[in-house]
């Protein structure tokens, strides 16, 4: 597809989604539910056939040597798609948030003052391998009142065609408009920089995937961005901690999956609990088959159980994501260390401390700056739908408009609204 072409193609589906917004955001509660339970049903009874078109975007992906964790984040498995079908039944089970009014406040002047939850419009969604976000961003946008313009990876395009058509087919069953969720059909990359620069279709941008795409969208983007960098997140072994809690919860944030954000990527132990603490975990973590980049401290503890599978730790450990079976370790002073520490070298996703102390807990939770912070919990629960969102759009460390887990709320807007009986400003 030529240039021309492209850009023709992204402005058609623009101000399809525009007009098909203004329906979607007058939708009923009960319409909108019934698109998604209709969706859930049709995701169940075509979990076969989604299986076949993915594995023909998994076939393409191991030709084209993609590395194993991305291709494991292609996998449609029926796991995967039931998640999603609970996803969509949870959405359609939640209140309708649409059209609530908050704070109403009566004024000295007579008139009464408050604000009302209302939809974004359209959003734009560029994201990466998953397919999964196909169906967690079209519900969203359905239960928010929202149009979207899905562009998935070249890499899950035949699985991202087949969703996005179950969804469209719940949407006219429901009676709500078909171009409410709309895939960019076309893998060519002049597609996402059209995208992105169509203030007056799309109203806000939401990109998910690697760094380099995040920091091309937010530098090129003509509308607002929504963004999440990367997530190198940090547990905090404190001292005092139940050991054998904070040994279960460090193996889960680091072990249960290496691919996701939420993945712990950097433990932190401090120096009074390190050596009943460290090889613990150590021997855990090296019978799994995970490299530990360590702090001298660090190192000299854990080479009594893990040897080879330790490497001195570099100034860049600290700071990278690593989604793989690689975790940084640093035995640090206390609490202060700590905070410093994570403020310093972490993105600002998820962070949690392991902790039998109230004050450092309380501390913890105010002065780290991040967008999810967890006292005496696995970092893997930053997820919207473990959060009772529902599904999620994304994880935001951003600070404005929406930050953490993105759900409903994240894609709508408060506008003032004023009820008076006649009064005049004086």
């Not at 076939?59 to 194993?68: M, P």
């Not at 905070?339 to 780290?368: G, K, P, W």
């Amino acid at each position: 597809m030529n240039a021309s072409n492209t850009t023709e193609t992204l402005q058609a589906l623009g101000l399809q989604a525009k007009q098909a917004s203004a329906l979607m955001a007058k939708a009923s509660a009960a319409v909108k539910n019934n698109a998604l339970r209709r969706l859930a049903a049709l995701l169940r009874e075509n979990t076969d056939a989604l299986q076949v078109d993915n594995a023909k975007d998994l076939a393409r992906a191991q030709a084209n040597g993609l590395a194993e964790p991305m291709v494991d984040r292609l996998r449609l498995t029926p796991k995967v798609l039931e998640t999603c079908a609970q996803g969509c039944e949870q959405l359609a089970a939640m209140p309708d948030v649409i059209g609530e009014i908050l704070g109403m406040k009566q004024m000295p002047s007579g008139i009464r003052v408050g604000q009302m939850r209302v939809p974004i419009g359209v959003f734009g969604m560029i994201f990466e391998s998953r397919p999964n976000v196909t169906i967690e961003a079209a519900s969203l946008s359905i239960k928010s009142g929202n149009a979207c313009i899905l562009r998935g990876g070249s890499e899950a395009i035949e699985s991202n065609k087949a969703l996005a058509l179950l969804v469209q087919q719940a949407l006219t069953e429901s009676g709500l408009p078909v171009n409410a969720v709309q895939l960019v059909q076309t893998t060519d990359r002049a597609a996402v920089g059209q995208l992105i620069a169509m203030p007056e279709f799309v109203d806000v941008i939401i990109p998910r995937g690697g760094k380099g795409l995040i920091e091309r969208i937010s530098a090129e983007a003509k509308v607002p961005v929504i963004k999440h960098l990367d997530g190198n997140c940090h547990t905090y072994v404190d001292e005092p901690c139940d050991i054998d809690m904070a040994v279960r919860v460090a193996d889960n944030a680091k072990t249960q999956k290496y691919s996701p954000c939420n993945a712990s990527e950097s433990l932190l132990v401090a120096k009074g609990v390190a050596a009943e603490f460290l090889p613990k975990i150590g021997a855990i973590y090296a019978a799994k088959g995970v490299e530990m980049r360590c702090c001298p401290k660090a190192k000299a503890i854990l080479s009594q159980v893990a040897g080879a599978h330790l490497k001195d730790a570099t100034e860049q450990d600290w700071s990278e994501e690593y989604l793989a079976p690689i975790i940084s370790v640093k035995v640090v002073e206390g609490v202060d260390e700590a905070i410093a520490h994570i403020n310093h070298y972490s993105s600002h996703h998820t962070e949690a401390i392991l902790t039998r102390d109230h004050m450092h807990a309380q501390r913890f939770l105010r002065e780290v700056d991040s967008s999810s912070v967890m006292v005496n919990a696995s970092t893997r629960f930053a997820d919207g739908f473990e959060y009772g969102l529902g599904a999620e759009i994304g994880i935001s460390t951003d600070k404005f408009h929406a930050r953490g887990p993105v759900g409903i709320e994240g894609l709508t807007s408060l506008k003032y609204v004023v009820l008076g009986e006649g009064e005049i400003r004086h």
